[in-house]
């Protein structure tokens, strides 16, 4: 295993060989972090969190309580996953049917944030900066900024890369943080602002 000096990783949880743990990663009660795991650089795994082999955490995601990890998912930086949310990484299990092979990747891109008790169906990606509210269920792809809700998850707005939800339209300037957004087709596409 190669866990940086300054990651912390409490006495409870277990690190397999293989897996890698970036500078300044907390690590902590009853967690698992399976050998081929790979996780960046400021990053926070809450309690009982499972990291299974072959998946990738990006810089600086919080993974919050009670949330599994599963090979094919990987995670871009700044990604929160809220507690007890779920991912899936197969569409059709059955408990005397090996379905190894038929794992689907599962893609979270940059910024994004996942509600609580919210389930990502496998094969689905996550666009920069989207934001699934808590119970969502996502079996489709979600665009850029969306703001998604219920169940099956539908868009009902846009929301600003600093968390503030911005104008139905998509268009106009988000009052937190000064950043701007315009249309882009069927999605939306920020313009300028701070950073």
């Keep these: 295993m190669s ?36 996780i960046g650089e400021r990053c926070s795994l809450g309690q009982n969190v499972v990291v299974m082999n072959g998946t990738r955490i990006g810089n600086n ?53 996942i509600g609580a008790n919210a389930t990502i169906v496998a094969g689905t990606t996550l666009g920069e900066y989207a934001f699934i509210g808590a119970g969502a269920v996502v079996a489709k792809d979600v665009q850029d900024y969306a703001l998604m809700i219920g169940v099956p998850a539908r868009r009902i707005g846009w929301m600003c890369q600093c968390g503030e939800r911005l104008p139905d339209s998509g268009r106009g300037t988000c009052a937190a943080c000064g950043s701007t957004y315009e249309p882009d087709g069927d999605g939306i596409r920020r313009t300028g602002g701070p950073g």
């Design 3 to 38: 866990v940086h000096p300054t990651a912390v990783v409490h006495e409870s949880a277990y690190v397999d060989d293989g897996a890698t743990i970036g500078a300044g990663t907390k690590v902590w009660h009853f967690c698992h972090v399976l050998g081929g795991a790979v």
């Design 61 to 113: 995601v919080k993974i919050q309580n009670n949330v599994s990890i599963y090979e094919g998912v990987e995670l871009e930086d700044d990604v929160f996953c809220g507690p007890s949310m779920v991912f899936t990484n197969v569409l059709n299990p059955r408990s005397h049917v090996s379905r190894r092979n038929e794992y689907r990747r599962t893609h979270v891109r940059r910024g994004a944030t």
